[in-house]
């Protein structure tokens, strides 16, 4: 099995390296990844404490941040090196404050694994979520140093739980701890005689707790709503558009669209606007053009959509509609807000959770996203029982930071 997955992880880098030719993100990862260790050796000095913290992208590097920030503090002399598989995390974060090296994952190989912790020789390694490179892991097992899973879920058909898994299999026990989102979980990890698990759930929901205790005002957010009733859909992709752009077009109920995109390109953003028939702005216009007259804005920018929920009073949180996968539901339901998502969400846990609480709503096209929206909008009591309903079971899952760094501070 070993042979096979190197083999396999050989291949994928051919692989990739044939698309970078045709692909803007995956030329920035296979770019980025032949840069890592002339980076590593110019940052890492002979004699540096270090921690090593991996996420795949930019959701994992999320709920990764809390536990990343508190040893942060308690390790101040450790350099801190960030890696990232996808260039969506590697890209918005490479600047992250915490850390002191931001870079690139190499490949899975054995040589890889092995020059990667020579040079950076990790006193601990905090691994996010899915992520489990059987390579490294054996690496660090070998040189004795410590490795923690965090927020982690497994589900019964992964290939840790298979008769050809015995190569990824392994890998978990190179963990001195998994810290997993739920008991089913937990449960899969016994099944395979690993026993240091403990279930502290998803470290998410400390994150965006932590919201609450910011400043989100946003003025020109106010200008626009004008104390209306106010729909945020929030990491749109297409699909999500497609249904939700002939609903804003036919809507008689007197309420303000917030839309920001996941892709804010210049063309794509055009083509939203150009499709909406009702008075639209653009974030990027918004200096020249009175906020108060339009009944949709569009933010062509990142970085203040957590804000921005603060004014929902209803949210669809898109990559639900089609496969890209579902944004974070988290963040419009710290601030107690009635969800909307698209029907591909059966890998996300917390949805499936707060379906089930009666905080998110399921839609799998215009027909039942109209239903859905009606309901809300016109229905103020049923609105306002199912915002205490998201802001409540956000609050209940509070806790996690505590039990994970109480097992690192033993």
Request: glycine share 6%; hydrophobic share 40%; proline share 3%.
């Amino acid at each position: 099995m070993n042979i096979i997955y190197n083999i396999l992880i050989y291949l994928t880098s051919l692989v990739l390296k044939v698309i970078a030719l045709f692909n803007q993100k995956i030329k920035l990862g296979v770019k980025g990844r032949a840069n890592t260790f002339d980076i590593l050796k110019n940052e890492i000095k002979k004699g540096d404490k270090t921690l090593w913290f991996h996420c795949a992208s930019l959701g994992e590097y999320e709920q990764g941040l809390p536990i990343f920030d508190i040893l942060r503090k308690d390790y101040p002399k450790h350099k801190i090196v960030l890696t990232f598989f996808s260039p969506s995390g590697y890209e918005i974060r490479k600047n992250a404050p915490f850390a002191d090296v931001v870079v690139y994952l190499p490949l899975d190989t054995k040589s890889n694994a092995k020059q990667f912790i020579k040079l950076v020789n990790p006193e601990l390694t905090v691994f996010v979520k899915y992520e489990i490179w059987p390579n490294y892991l054996n690496e660090i097992k070998k040189n004795g140093l410590r490795a923690i899973l965090i927020s982690a879920v497994f589900r019964k058909d992964q290939s840790f739980f298979k008769w050809y898994g015995t190569r990824t299999k392994q890998a978990l026990f190179a963990f001195e701890h998994i810290f997993t989102q739920n008991e089913d979980s937990k449960k899969l990890l016994e099944s395979i005689g690993y026993k240091s698990a403990t279930v502290s759930g998803d470290t998410r929901y400390d994150r965006v707790l932590n919201q609450l205790q910011i400043d989100n005002t946003l003025d020109f957010i106010e200008k626009f709503k004008q104390n209306k009733l106010c729909i945020v859909i929030g990491s749109s992709w297409p699909e999500d558009e497609a249904i939700l752009v002939p609903y804003i077009n036919q809507c008689k109920h007197d309420v303000k669209f917030i839309i920001a995109p996941h892709n804010i390109k210049a063309k794509q953003i055009d083509s939203l606007k150009q499709s909406i028939k009702k008075e639209t702005v653009l974030f990027s216009n918004k200096e020249n053009t009175d906020l108060s007259n339009s009944s949709v804005f569009i933010i062509d920018t990142i970085g203040i959509l957590s804000k921005i929920y603060s004014y929902a009073d209803i949210a669809y949180v898109g990559g639900a509609m089609g496969k890209t996968g579902l944004h974070n539901i988290l963040e419009p339901a710290v601030f107690g807000v009635p969800i909307i998502i698209g029907a591909n969400y059966k890998k996300f846990p917390e949805a499936q959770a707060m379906i089930d609480n009666g905080n998110v709503f399921s839609v799998n096209d215009y027909s039942s996203l109209k239903n859905k929206l009606d309901l809300l909008i016109e229905n103020k009591i049923f609105r306002k029982e199912t915002s205490k309903k998201s802001f409540n079971f956000v609050k209940e899952k509070e806790g996690t930071i505590i039990q994970i760094i109480g097992f690192l501070r033993k």
